[in-house]
């Protein structure tokens, strides 16, 4: 080989040596087998001391101790949710940064905003449903009102007069008590409040009733300071099962409950989703985590990311129902 030919071919493959040494030069893309080598943040779009921040520090605790990484709960509230689940829908796929999201922002603000800021079948990687909770009729321990009928009958006889409090404009217990309206044909007054604002006029007898997270009140009923009336779920609650639901209690079908979960962003490698979600369920069905999740009033649920994606889709086509009906919306 002559010395031109030899130099012609060592020019024509600089590129692709240089290209190799530039590919071998970038970081690596995450791996299940090496993640997770830092921090785990578990971003929470609630205050903190609600039911979501209840749950992921329970799980953040338990899955960081198996990972042997931190998981650190940052809370970022705010417009009903919004500001902290856009967050991670923007933030990077590496893992690193997952959503404890709920009911509320990733199905109800789909239909209950103009514009959410984010879409969560396409801007976030479904990792694991963690719990159901069922919201839980509530009135003061001093209230008249016994029972579901006590209720209806109270509120058909002086329409406008009882009154009912949310967490929020749009959130499932205002969204429960729009239903029981819809169904009952009776007419309650909403109050709106923000964080645990409710619940304290509740107990000071300020408003009448509220549908209440299980998690957020279950100490006051076994305290005897509210009288728990039923749920909303389909079935019974394992943190409460002596109270019947709305649908034994005179509403058929009726189910406005919350759910929990786990979401990434849109572009996280799959085999980081699924190692989430491997661990997270493995957790969830821990009997020691298991009862810690009962005894907060919530019902574990461990799920496969195509299963909790398929129970997103439906949650927002029946929460849009519930929306449209109840009139609500939100700037």
């Known amino acids: 080989m002559t010395r031109k030919i030899a130099r012609r071919r060592l020019l024509q493959?600089?590129?692709?040596?240089?290209?190799?040494?530039?590919?071998?030069?970038?970081?690596?893309?995450?791996?299940?087998a090496d993640w997770p080598t830092r921090p785990v943040r578990f971003i929470v779009s609630f205050t903190p001391g609600?039911?979501?921040?209840?749950?992921a520090r329970l799980v953040g605790n338990a899955l960081g101790e198996q990972w042997g990484q931190p998981v650190v709960v940052e809370n970022r509230p705010g417009a009903g949710g919004n500001i902290g689940t856009e967050y991670v829908a923007r933030a990077d796929p590496d893992g690193y940064t997952v959503l404890v999201g709920s009911v509320g922002p990733l199905a109800v603000n789909q239909s209950l905003y103009k514009d959410p800021g984010f879409?969560?079948?396409?801007?976030?990687?479904?990792?694991t449903e963690l719990a159901g909770v069922p919201n839980i009729l509530v009135v003061p321990a001093a209230s008249p009102l016994h029972s579901v009928a006590d209720l209806v009958a109270a509120a058909k006889r002086q329409p406008g007069k009882l009154s009912y409090g949310s967490t929020g404009v749009g959130t499932s217990s205002h969204l429960s008590g729009a239903l029981a309206d819809h169904m009952a044909g009776m007419t309650t007054v909403h109050v709106p409040y923000r964080g645990a604002g409710?619940?304290?006029?509740?107990?000071?007898g300020r408003v009448d009733f509220?549908?209440?997270?299980?998690?957020?009140?279950?100490?006051?009923?076994?305290?005897?300071?509210?009288?728990?009336?039923?749920?909303?779920?389909?079935?019974?609650s394992r943190a409460a099962p002596d109270v019947s639901t709305m649908a034994e209690s005179g509403f058929p079908g009726?189910?406005?409950s919350s759910w929990f979960g786990m979401v990434a962003p849109a572009k996280t490698p799959s085999e980081i989703v699924r190692k989430i979600a491997g661990d997270t369920i493995a957790?969830?069905?821990?009997?020691?985590?298991?009862?810690?999740?009962v005894n907060q009033g919530a019902d574990p649920v461990a799920s496969t990311p195509e299963e909790f994606r398929a129970f997103i889709a439906e949650e927002i086509a029946r929460w849009g129902e519930v929306v449209k009906l109840s009139g609500a919306k939100a700037d």
């Not at 409710?198 to 000071?204: C, I, K």
């Not at 279950?218 to 779920?233: F, W």
Request: with cysteine.
């Open 13 to 32: 493959a600089t590129p692709l040596f240089a290209a190799s040494c530039l590919v071998a030069g970038l970081p690596r893309p995450a791996r299940a």
């Open 50 to 55: 609600g039911t979501t921040d209840i749950i």
């Open 119 to 127: 879409r969560t079948l396409e801007d976030f990687a479904p990792v």
């Open 198 to 204: 409710a619940l304290n006029d509740l107990l000071a």
């Open 210 to 236: 509220m549908y209440a997270t299980i998690p957020s009140c279950i100490e006051h009923v076994r305290a005897g300071k509210l009288r728990a009336l039923a749920v909303s779920s389909l079935h019974r």
């Open 254 to 256: 009726f189910n406005a």
């Open 283 to 293: 957790l969830l069905k821990k009997p020691d985590i298991e009862a810690q999740m």
